[in-house]
């Protein structure tokens, strides 16, 4: 079983721009390409490159800053390895905005 024979069933049956979950690699992993409805396994070098594949198809995330005071701050699309970060701040968050003995994101009240 060759990556390009997995890929081209991949391709036929996951349209593009499909988020392809975990139990379709399971699927992707024991797949019958000739219809007889014996499953090939793919061996795990295979998998292992098509998965590599997929992770490295995905656009690099960047970090991410929200504008002053948004609520919502949208993360692109793309592959996050863990040393991203997303950052909120708000300018009205200050001493003098919160009840005096209250503590707000480590902002005490005034």
């Not at 863990?82 to 009840?99: E, F, H, M, Q, Y």
Request: charged share 15%; aromatic share 10%.
């Amino acid at each position: 079983m060759t990556v390009n024979t997995v890929w081209s069933y991949v391709a036929e049956t996951y349209p593009k721009n499909v988020v392809i979950t975990f139990d379709d690699v399971a699927n992707i992993y024991t797949f019958t390409p000739d219809g007889s409805g014996t499953p090939f396994t793919v061996s795990a070098s295979v998998m292992a490159t098509l998965l590599n594949d997929l992770l490295w198809a995905l656009p690099q995330g960047t970090d991410v800053t929200g504008a002053n005071g948004d609520l919502v701050t949208l993360i692109p699309e793309g592959y996050y390895d863990g040393t991203k970060t997303c950052t909120a701040s708000d300018t009205a968050l200050i001493p003098a905005n919160i009840v005096n003995g209250e503590t707000i994101f480590g902002v005490d009240g005034a």
